[in-house]
Nanobody, 127 residues
Framework: QVQLVESGGGLVQAGGSLRLSCAAS????????MGWFRQAPGKERRFVAT????????SYADSLKGRFTISRDNAKNTVYLQMNSLKPEDTAVYYC????????????????????WGQGTQVTVSS
């Protein structure tokens, strides 16, 4: 069982930056692939980024490459999402998720592949 708690959301002006954190409980954090998803008002939840259990492999939604960076600190049981050059269309609830074994050799980009979810943190980007 893994419990995930996101933090770091808030209100920011367009062009600004935010760093989201997701703290995980349990001693097996390093066994999980971690992902970030987001859900805008009235829309489906969508993939943002994922990172392998070691942190050596990352994958991003095409539209977010270059602006968002996912990272993790296994010693702190925490995964991060650095978001730069934010746009109003980035406004959404951001969720972190954990995917346990078996881990596949390709990044998990579907929410159905993830086993545990946080409660989400709101990010609002004003124009």
């Amino acid at each position: 069982q893994v419990q995930l708690v996101e933090s770091g959301g808030g209100l920011v002006q367009a062009g600004g930056s935010l760093r989201l954190s997701c703290a995980a409980s349990g001693r097996t954090f390093s066994s999980y692939e971690m992902g970030w998803f987001r859900q805008a008002p009235g829309k489906e939840r969508r993939f943002v980024a994922t990172i392998s259990k070691s942190g050596g492999t990352t994958s991003y939604a095409d539209s977010l490459k270059g602006r968002f960076t996912i990272s993790r600190d296994n010693a702190k049981n925490t995964v991060y999402l650095q978001m730069n050059s934010l746009k109003p269309e980035d406004t959404a609830v951001y969720y972190c998720a954990a995917k346990g074994p078996p881990l596949l050799p390709v990044p998990a980009t579907s929410e159905r592949q993830y086993d545990y979810w946080g409660q989400g943190t709101q990010v609002t980007v004003s124009s």
